[in-house]
């Protein structure tokens, strides 16, 4: 990054690094307290963050739209429960514009690092092109699953064919006729797999740890269901309730309550294993499919399709460990040889090593945010805020992640954001800081919350789950309930920040 500041340097009430739903969801907080001077700058040619880069084929939600969307802005209109990813697109798109979000984003280009400016009082953000930008508030909206992780199996770079990264799809290329192997078995695959089987000739997948898959309710929505949630808001809002209690029961208490609510956990198990028998009659292949850890080690998804795609003559499903990748096939460990001309990449993102944080964040003293995190713990105050880094807002950040839907997460944020800005003007100060002392109070907290977690209790040693960091710590998602979460968003003590 460019280090010294200069006097000339453009100055902005904020800049917020990322143009998807977070980075969207921060500038409407911002801009309903009155802040304009936004900048907005986004890596990709498009906002939308997920929504605009995954564009595989089956790409969906697979939290219901009704949930799956800020509850400000509701749109009436989804075509179905689970709303394509298209529509997700065009969903984003509205929102831009009716909040004018666009005229403050800055497409196709890079942060390459942010520090604090003690003197001037100020950030100083690096960009890839043009002057570094320099503004009052830091806010990074860098998603956590925006990274795409390649394997490093050996060979892999002598492969003849075509290697599509699920991330980076390819939307020309026809896979008809091909015989192509998956390798992963994540939410992303699980959508993927049953899209990809009707258009090849053969496809193997190739599965390191079985995923956990309930079933999906997905249906239309029809038109007359659609005018009435136009018409009579109320009605899709208790909709919205009704689906988000149940992720609450389903996904949220049964994964972070498990000392409490274990018959929840087990239930939501059953479910999954109840659904795989109903779809797949071979026991051997019912067994390999069978995940051997808990029930939230690692992240579940839905799907009616999946499982009963492997019945199909041309699909396989490989779980010996691969060896090597050769021009024209893959071989596993116990001599097997599988040829093939298309490779697919369902092998998910990278988050510990590159995204925590997705760029180089410079506080006071010289205090780099992923040195510090990595020699200490990972943490954020409610979230959000880390001691040292003053007038900064992370958003993706261990244990930020609340609830099942993204949305859950934003919303509580931007409450948190409201609540700490309009304080910061009450008082007539112009920088904020979270103290050491309320920082350490909700890091015990958590830790000691997530005592009672799936992940602490249950048997994820075989899971492979993202969610835990390489201290053996699962501080993604926040361990309270996401009531909790907006309670403290809307009364979190004011004094555990300092104000300058
Ligand atoms: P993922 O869950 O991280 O899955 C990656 C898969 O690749 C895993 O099965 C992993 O195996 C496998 N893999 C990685 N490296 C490998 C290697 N060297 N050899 C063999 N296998 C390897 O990634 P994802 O499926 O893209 O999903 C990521 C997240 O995106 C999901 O958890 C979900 O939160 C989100 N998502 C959401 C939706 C939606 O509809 N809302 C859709 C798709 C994804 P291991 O499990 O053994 O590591």
Known sequence: MKPKVTVSLPQHEAVIVGAGFGGMGAAIALKRLGIDDIVIVEREDDLGGTW??????????????????????????????????????????????????????????????????????????????????????????????????????????????????????????????????????????????????????????FQRTPIYVVPKVDTPIPGVVQELFARVPLTQQVARLANTAMLEAMMVTSVLHFRQAKVFNHAAALLAKAHLRAQVRDPK??????????????????????????????????????????????????????????????????????????????????????????????QAYEGVAVPHFPNFLTLASPYSYSGLSYFTTIESQMRHIRRLLKELSRRGASTFEVTEEANAEFLDRMTERLGDSVFHLGSCATSNSYYFNPHGEAVILRPTSTINAFREANNFPLDDYAYA
Not at 127 to 138: I, M, Q, Y
Not at 331 to 344: F, K, Q, W
Not at 362 to 371: E, F, M, P, Q, T
Request: charged share 25%; with cysteine.
């Open 52 to 205: 605009h880069v995954n564009r595989y084929p089956g790409l969906a939600v697979d939290i219901s739209s009704l949930t799956y969307s800020y509850s400000f802005e509701p749109n009436p209109y989804w075509s179905r429960l689970f709303a394509r990813g298209d529509e997700l697109k065009r969903y984003a798109d509205h929102v831009a514009e009716t909040y004018d979000l666009r005229r403050h984003m800055r497409f196709s280009t890079s942060v390459q690092g942010a520090r604090w400016d003690e003197e001037a009082q100020h950030w100083v953000v690096a960009l890839d092109k043009g002057e570094p930008v320099a503004a009052r508030f830091l806010l990074t909206a860098t998603g956590f699953l925006s990274q795409p992780h390649t394997p490093d199996i050996p060979g892999i770079d002598t492969f003849a064919g075509k290697i599509i990264h699920t991330a980076d799809w390819d939307d020309s290329f026809d896979l008809h006729g091909h015989r192509a192997a998956m390798i992963g078995t994540g939410a992303t695959a699980v959508q993927l797999v049953p899209e990809v089987a009707r258009q090849v000739d053969e496809l193997t997948v």
């Open 285 to 378: 292949l019912r067994e390999k499919l069978t995940p051997d850890y808990d029930f939230g080690c690692k992240r579940p998804t839905f799907s009616n399709e999946y499982f009963r795609t492997f019945n199909a003559p041309h699909v396989h499903l490989e779980t010996e460990r691969i060896e090597r990748i050769e021009p024209d096939a893959i071989v596993t460990a116990d001599g097997g040889r599988t040829e093939i001309d298309t490779l697919i990449l369902a092998t998910g993102f990278n988050l510990w090593d590159v995204n925590f944080p997705a760029i180089e964040v410079i506080g006071r003293d010289g205090r780099n945010l992923g040195k510090w995190w990595r020699d200490n713990r990972f």
